[in-house]
Each structure stands twice: as structure tokens, then as C-alpha cells.
DNA sequence: TATACTTAATTTAGTCAATATATAAAGTAG
DNA sequence: CTACTTTATATATTGACTAAATTAAGTATA
């Protein structure tokens, strides 16, 4: 059992001066007293440790209010830097960022091989390019985080991908041993909805949802600011939750499942002709030059979405819904169909404005994984 | 912002030697010491100030080892009392424990009228008759937790009832005057989770989800220990998430709710015969005397039942569900059709163990409750 | 029975991070 | 130029924890 000292006390604090600091940066020594709470003298020896650590750093006087001018002290977001990788099913992205969450540099690669040491190479030389573009810093790469379209347990293991041989690659292991950083490895979903929380459409909430629609349909679950995981790190998967028991079979052994109606899977489907797949491009180009059959099939998906999401609302009582789908983000007359189906004419409907499109859009998991790490390293430096 | 010092160190280290007094007692210092890793005179210090609260005390020396015998401390069960309330739609339950909720007086009631004003005056009544029982102690009444069939918000208001004007009384405002100490309003299934996780089938596990069912379903989910809110208080209320989109209109507006198939109406309506309801006494009776009738009824509740328990497995990756139901306590046979819609045979299939039945049974709510109570009197005298 | 060893709990002295108060630094206002 | 403000630091004190020594009370063994 851990029992508390001082130390801790110190740790706590310092945290809470660095937070509000990252937060109103840039701030006094005085303004710091007096919206944590702690006495000036602490403040100033906390400020001091942290300027020791390079976390933070003063950048001259700022403006009198009738008396001597304070010293202004900002963050230090380029103390480190940080890596978020999104891994699909045929493509790769990877972000470089700042402390800050501020995109440095950026790669976007389609994975055309299916076979897993493929990949590990391709993700090792993008990764080796990356880091050899980090700018000299105190800290330098912080660690590697990495969103995932699969099952996550709560080894880090990617345990099981649906659409591709992924799980085979214990990447954590591989990552750590190649760069000799911290890895974290995270489902896509969650990382997206931390993504979301800390820089994107959910910044000013503290209980959501976020929805990522693809070949299948992820969720991921913010409650009081903590990411809920569950006994095997599977909380919030609801894209096999039934809708329709007496609907059709699932790959998973149910009947009905959410997915085999309202994934891009099953939208694609339903837009197939003559065993032709059709492409997103395509539905976003027919859609936006009103195609009928496109707008028919566009509004039985939000439809679809909406019977789901009205279960999310009924399970999770989130304030927001962050949804992530490349069709909806430049479609968003989509919303209006979810919308018709969450709220009929009925008391208990839940407020419409519940829902939010992805701000983050395409990098929302690879920030979120970025996110995620920078969190880490913060605790770690302040503890 | 909330800043940490020398009192929060106390604080923690209070309740942290507390709970391990409580959980293992008796013990003696030097054991506390090694367990907490706390400093041997830490320990004995804040052993001094649990003795001053009359929280413990010593009950002589234990057994020698090979060296000084050591004084042996227990937790002081009866330093206070509090009263638990399972407040049904035609019943009320009333339950007085000690602080490690054993219970030491009870009372059930039927409610025959549906006036709030009888109910208010009901259980004045009753509460009277229990705190008149309470014994010398030094804290007395600690408080009441009351669990209640409806929606519960995050200032403890009942907004909504489905069957009964309950929702009319403000409970903690009428209580409180009345009684003079705090009093929690929560929701019924979230009081009967905590309780089976205090002291009931729950005992060991930390992600549990509590289903009860009666004339609704209601869930309870407690995740690393503690009970999942919502922004309104709403987490979990998964009666009206739908199975079957295509299904019959339910009050709430939607289609196809679960409640609508798997609640205890529903199971009465499949038996209903000349527009003649049938108790649940007669259902359990027939089904003991293998009445073709009722198993398949019941084993249609079974499916249905575990349609949506299998979303909610997908949803909250739950350790274990327990089941509150008198049909399924009294005959747990209904567990098996739940189990083979649980578990068809395909490899993604949930562990079959995962289902476990209400060990606190009728008392549930009303003892989860008084757990509620307790665990809010032991952080105040912490903290 | 005497001695050595163990274990339990307290006493005493010291550490560390916080606070309160006083002081210094550097401005504004009239 | 003087009085007042605001910012930041210096010094002394407080309080909770720790370490080491001490007291207390047993067991083990020659």
C-alpha cells in the first residue's frame, strides 16, 4: 500500500503549479499564489525546481498593475518532443510533436503489404526519419505512442485486429528495444477520444464519447477525465452491441450487431453495384452533386448511426458525442439524419447539440496518441 | 485549485491506517507499520488519534511470535449507526446497521397508498421506530441513504419516476430537517452495485456491473471502484437502449427497448391470461412444478435477458455481472437460458463465469445504501 | 537460571515542505 | 518627493514523517 509524505505533498503541488502554468502561461509567481492557493514562498521554490528542469522559463517583465512588475514565466513546450502514430489497416500516420501537441512534422503513408514484417520495417525507417528531425532539447523523444484498430489488454498486446495481420507485431517490445523510449500502445478509439479531449471539439468537457466510424465502429470513453478500460481494456466497444436480435448473423457470433449497419462497411455495401466496390471519394462527389441513391443511402446510415448513439446517450449520459468519420466530417448533412433519429417528438429526447463533429479529423488518433504520451511524461516528471 | 500540505499527508495516512485496521483487524502497530509502510511511530501516532475518535480500540495483547506481545487493535463497529432505504414503488425497506453494515434492526412495509404525502408520513414514521433503537455510541446516527426506483441528478434530486408520484418529495431537503444529519438520495441500482461490492457477490472484483430487475431494469457500474455518474446521474441506465429497432413503441419514445422484453412486466405480460396479471409467487410456483407454460416463458426471459446482457459485457468489459432478480434468486435456472444466449458457440464468446447472482438479495439496495452512508461517515472523519 | 535473541512500542533528535511575517525591489499616483 | 502597491525573497516557525536509540516483554537455549 502507498502511504503519503512529503514528498508527495511536493510532487502534488509541482504538478499543480506546472498544469496552471501549461494552462495561463504566461503567468506571475504572484498570480500562481493565488489561483493554486500556495504561499508565495512555495510557489517561488516550485518555480524554481521547474526552471532548474527546463520545464518552464521566464521571459521578462510583464505589465504593472501599481507596483513593481512581476516576471513572466512560460511553459517550455519544446523541452521534449513526442511521437503519435495511427496504424490502419492499409495506411500509416505519424506525427511529430511538441509538448504542446503542436504538429512539428508529419508523415502519411499507405501500407500496401498485408504481411506483418513488412510493416514492422516501413514503421521503423518512417519513425528513424522522424526522430531525425527532432530539435536538440533537454529531454528530447519523450516516448512513442501508438493508436491501434483492435484490442488492446491491459499488457499493452494488440490482442486481436478484425481486418489485418497487425497483432502478430508485439510492437511495444520492438519499439522500446529500437528507440530506447517509453511505448505505449493504445485502441484507436481511445486514443482518439483523448486526442479530442485535450486539443480537439471536447476541450471544455469532462465526460464523453468519441465514435470513430470505419470499416467498423470504435468507442472510447472519458469519464471525469479518465479513460475507462474495463477488465481487458475493452471498454466501450460497443460496434458489436445488438440493435436487431433477429437481424442478420455477425462475424462475432451475434445477430444484429451496430457494425453490420452503420460502419463505412456497411454503407459501402449497400452503395455496391454488379460486386463493384465503391470508393469514400466517390460517395463524397455523388453525395455533394445530390445523387439520390447516395442521399438515400447517406440518410439510412445516419439513421442507423443515430439508433446506436441513442444507446450511447442511454448508456453513458456523456455531456458530448465527438463523432469521427471522414464522410461526415465533409458531409455534414449527415448530422441531420442521426439527428432526426435521436430526437423524436417525445420528452425524453436528449439535446440535440449533444453531438460534435471530430475536430482533429485524420490525425485525431494519431494527436490523441501523442496526447497521451505528453500526460505520461508529465506525470512522470512531476512525481 | 486544491493544493496539498502537511494536513492532506495526515489525512491519507488517517484513512489509509484505518482501512487496513478495519479489513484485517485485529492487528497490532508493528504489523500496521509493515503493511502501510509507515514509520513504526507514525503508525502509533495515528493509532493515538483513531483511539481519541473512538474509530478503534484495544482489545488486550495478541499472541507472541518470539518476542514482546503485541496489543491488538480492532475497528470499533458501533462508534455509529446508520440507516440504509430501499424505497420501492410499493414497498419500503428499511434497514439499520452498524459501520460495517451488519445489520442490526430492519423493518419491510407495503406501501398501499400512492399519495406522496402517505409515503412522506410512512416513513417518518418508520424511521422514528428505527433510530429509537439505535444504541449508545459516540457518533450515534451517522446519516441515511436512501435508493430509489427513477433518475436520480447530480444534486441529488429525484427528477423521475415511472410508476409512483415519488418523484414529488424531496426527500433529502424533508429527511435532513427532520433528522438532522446528511442524507444521500441515489438511484436503486447504483446503491444495490456498491452494496454487493461492500459485502456481497461482488466482494473481490473492482469493474462490476449490477443489474436489477423488476418492473424496469436498472444498472449500477462500478469501475476500479468506484460508481460510474454521467453528467446527470444517468450512467448505466440501460432499460431503454434498444435490441431491436425494428420492435414495438416503448413509453420512452423509442423502439424495441429492452425493458420492453426482458423486465419483470414483460415476463408477466407473456403470461397473462384473460387480462389477469399474475404474481410473481404463482410464476415461481408453476415453474417448481415444471409447468410448461411458465419455463417457456421463462426461458424466453432468459433470452432476452441476455441479449442485452451481452451488450453490456461488450460495452463495460466488466469482471462480473450480478443479477438482482427474486424469479432468478428463487429459481436459478433462468441463468442457463441466459447462458446459452450468453455463449454460442464461437471463440469471442464471454466466460460463462462472468455471470453471478444478488448474494444480498431483497436487501440489496437497502444495505448498498447503508454502505453509501458509511464510506461517506469514514472519508469525513479522515479528511 | 542466566544469557542471548526477538519482537513490540515509545522516546528523542532530526528532516523537509509548507506557512507567516518581515524585508527588499520596483513600479504607480499625486 | 512622498505615499502607496505589487512582486518576489529571506528568515523563523510549524507540523508530519523518519531514523536510531531505548524500554518493555516475551522466547530459546545452554
Redesign the pocket.
Known amino acids: 500500500m502507498i502511504?503519503?509524505?512529503?514528498?508527495l505533498?511536493?510532487k502534488?503541488?509541482?504538478k499543480l503549479v506546472l498544469r496552471e502554468i501549461i494552462h495561463t502561461s504566461p503567468v506571475?509567481?504572484?498570480?500562481?499564489s493565488?489561483v493554486t492557493?500556495?504561499?508565495?514562498?512555495?510557489?517561488?521554490?516550485?518555480?524554481?525546481d521547474l526552471l532548474d528542469d527546463n520545464l518552464i522559463f521566464e521571459i521578462g517583465?510583464?505589465l504593472?498593475?501599481?507596483?513593481?512588475?512581476?516576471?513572466?514565466l512560460v511553459f517550455n513546450k519544446n523541452a521534449g518532443f513526442t511521437i503519435g502514430i495511427d496504424l490502419g489497416v492499409d495506411y500509416l500516420t505519424i506525427v511529430l510533436t511538441d509538448l504542446e501537441g503542436t504538429i512539428v512534422s508529419e508523415s502519411h503513408q499507405k501500407i500496401d503489404s498485408t504481411l506483418p514484417c513488412d510493416l514492422q520495417k516501413l514503421m521503423i525507417t518512417l519513425l528513424e526519419k522522424q526522430i531525425s528531425v527532432i530539435p536538440d532539447s533537454r529531454y528530447g523523444l519523450i516516448g512513442i505512442c501508438l493508436g491501434v484498430p483492435g484490442l488492446v489488454n491491459n499488457d499493452q498486446e494488440l490482442t486481436f485486429t478484425p481486418n489485418s495481420n497487425w497483432s502478430e507485431i508485439p510492437f511495444k517490445q520492438i519499439l522500446e528495444q529500437t528507440f530506447q523510449v517509453p511505448v505505449f500502445v493504445e485502441n484507436e478509439a481511445n486514443t482518439g477520444a483523448y486526442g479530442e479531449k485535450e486539443y480537439g471539439a471536447a476541450k471544455h468537457f469532462k465526460n464523453i464519447v468519441y465514435v470513430s466510424i470505419n470499416a467498423g465502429i470504435g468507442t472510447g470513453v472519458i469519464q471525469n477525465n479518465e479513460l475507462l478500460k474495463g477488465k481487458n481494456g475493452l471498454f466501450g466497444e460497443m460496434g458489436h452491441t445488438v440493435i436487431d436480435f433477429n437481424g442478420p448473423r455477425c462475424t462475432c457470433g451475434n445477430r444484429g450487431c451496430w457494425e453490420l449497419y452503420a460502419s463505412e462497411k456497411a454503407l459501402h455495401q449497400s452503395l455496391m453495384s454488379n460486386n463493384q466496390t465503391v470508393m469514400w471519394q466517390d460517395i463524397l462527389h455523388r453525395a455533394k452533386q445530390n445523387d439520390p441513391q447516395v442521399l438515400q443511402a447517406l440518410d439510412t446510415f445516419g439513421f442507423y448511426l443515430g439508433i446506436g448513439l441513442k444507446n450511447i446517450i442511454n448508456t453513458f449520459d456523456p455531456e458530448v458525442i465527438i463523432l469521427r468519420n471522414r464522410i461526415i466530417e465533409a458531409f455534414p448533412q449527415v448530422l441531420n439524419s442521426i439527428r432526426h433519429t435521436l430526437v423524436p417528438n417525445h420528452t425524453h429526447a436528449p439535446d440535440v447539440n449533444i453531438l460534435l463533429v471530430s475536430a482533429l479529423k485524420h490525425n485525431a488518433t494519431a494527436l490523441g496518441a501523442a496526447a497521451i504520451m505528453i500526460k505520461h511524461f508529465i506525470d512522470g516528471v512531476t512525481a
Open positions: 502511504s503519503a509524505d512529503q514528498a505533498v511536493k502534488m503541488n509541482k506571475s509567481r504572484a498570480k500562481l493565488e492557493g500556495l504561499n508565495k514562498t512555495t510557489v517561488s521554490s516550485q518555480v524554481a517583465q510583464g504593472s498593475s501599481g507596483g513593481r512588475r512581476p516576471v513572466m
